[in-house]
């Protein structure tokens, strides 16, 4: 991790930038803490930076209560938390002890931190400030705002005027689906357009109200408050609405269209827009969590060995598992030859697991995948459809109660005989 701070260090340094870094910061358990009780033992949180494309680890906290030695001061074991202290409030002492970690070794400066809207960690980090005398901005996770808007449409209690055979949940799931992307088009789009702070936000409360007259069909304003609405284009056949619900613009009384509104100024107000002015978001820090638990699965409990996992994990996740293992085979004392069959079979695992990254980046795949999840999302639209993927019943419909070849023979033999 150290060497990751060097890497950004200098990568920033020689795109003109100063030495200052934006991270972000999330944290996980082991077995998430439940009502009535705390039954997480186990805590991992990384910190990991924004400004290249590798998005390394910087730096990570680990927080276990476990030790299975009967006499132990726990000086240097795997117990990191006292038994009496709650394994929830490790988020503050984690985000602590990763700036710590980071600015002590004076490689890289912190310019700001992006977590979820998580109310301990953002006094965490104004303490931190205050204590240190830095200036840490704080922003929260722009996919967790986005998940919270399409959460609270899907609850909304609306009476649209749905046609013979239409559904309100898949109504609702789909106009949800679809508020939640245009708000992020709009979003990233005019941050690409304003670097201003102001604009920025101006620009976006004006897009972000303007969301629910372009899916009612008035597009009086959105020439000047879209960027994304082409309804200019629809004598060029540019312009679709498969994006509503049933592929049809909305009809919804006033007040369904002033409720659909306000739950979406309510959650994207000018505040929450300059917390996520930078379209940061914790998806590596996510992602982190999930190849930690490949290695230790969450509901179970290493009592010994959660450090060594955590941090094997992450440094397959920076130099790849190959490289990773010939490390650790040669820390330990074992010589790899690079023209031995294990050195050509761990190199042959860094090279595969290569081509899958750049093949997920494609926009081939993308695409296929973007397809498959619509069609599987549309499964219940297309069950009254003609054009419905599912196996013909016309079989059976004329199977006229005969099941199979020896059936149909016995039944000629007794007409015969009758006859």
């Not at 990191?80 to 490790?90: E, N, Y």
């Amino acid at each position: 991790m150290c060497n990751n701070q060097h890497y950004v260090s200098r990568i920033l340094t020689l795109s003109g930038k100063d030495n200052s870094a934006d991270v972000q910061f999330d944290t996980s358990f082991s077995c998430r803490p439940q009502g009535g009780a705390e039954k997480a033992k186990q805590s991992f949180a990384p910190l990991i930076e924004h400004n290249t494309s590798k998005k390394f680890v910087l730096a990570a906290s680990i927080s276990s209560k476990f030790c299975k030695k009967k006499a132990c001061t726990h000086d240097n074991c795997s117990k990191t938390l006292a038994t009496d202290q709650s394994i929830s409030s490790t988020e503050r002492s984690s985000l602590h002890t990763n700036l710590n970690s980071v600015l002590k070794r004076r490689v890289l400066n912190i310019r700001s931190v992006t977590t979820d809207a998580s109310s301990q960690v953002a006094k965490a980090l104004r303490d931190y400030n205050t204590e240190n005398k830095t200036n840490m901005k704080h922003y929260h996770c722009f996919i967790h705002k986005l998940r919270t808007l399409e959460k609270k449409i899907r609850n909304i209690n609306l009476n649209p005027k749905l046609k013979a055979g239409q559904n309100k949940a898949i109504f609702l799931k789909s106009l949800a689906s679809g508020i939640r992307t245009r708000a992020r088009m709009e979003l990233t789009n005019l941050k690409s357009i304003r670097s201003n702070e102001a604009e920025f936000i101006e620009r976006s409360t004006k897009a972000l109200e303007n969301i629910v007259p372009c899916f009612a069909d008035s597009h009086v304003a959105c020439s000047k408050q879209s960027t994304v609405c082409q309804h200019h284009l629809v004598h060029y056949g540019k312009y679709s609405n498969k994006h509503l619900p049933y592929g049809q613009h909305l009809t919804l009384s006033k007040d369904d269209q002033t409720t659909l509104k306000d739950a979406i100024m309510n959650t994207f107000n000018t505040e929450t827009l300059r917390s996520v002015k930078e379209l940061y978001s914790t998806n590596q820090c996510e992602s982190m969590h999930s190849t930690i638990f490949n290695y230790a699965p969450k509901f179970t409990c290493w009592t010994r060995n959660f450090s060594g996992l955590c941090h094997s994990a992450t440094h397959s996740r920076t130099l790849g598992r190959g490289r990773d293992t010939l490390i650790l085979a040669r820390a330990v004392g074992i010589n790899v030859k690079k023209n031995s069959k294990m050195y050509m079979n761990l190199n042959r695992i860094d090279q595969k697991s290569h081509y899958h990254s750049r093949r997920k980046k494609s926009q081939a795949y993308k695409q296929s995948r973007y397809f498959l999840r619509k069609r599987v999302s549309n499964r219940p639209l297309l069950q009254e459809s003609l054009y419905s993927c599912e196996l013909s019943t016309s079989s059976q419909d004329h199977s006229y109660g005969i099941k199979c070849v020896k059936c149909v023979i016995k039944c000629l033999c007794i007409c015969r005989e009758q006859c």
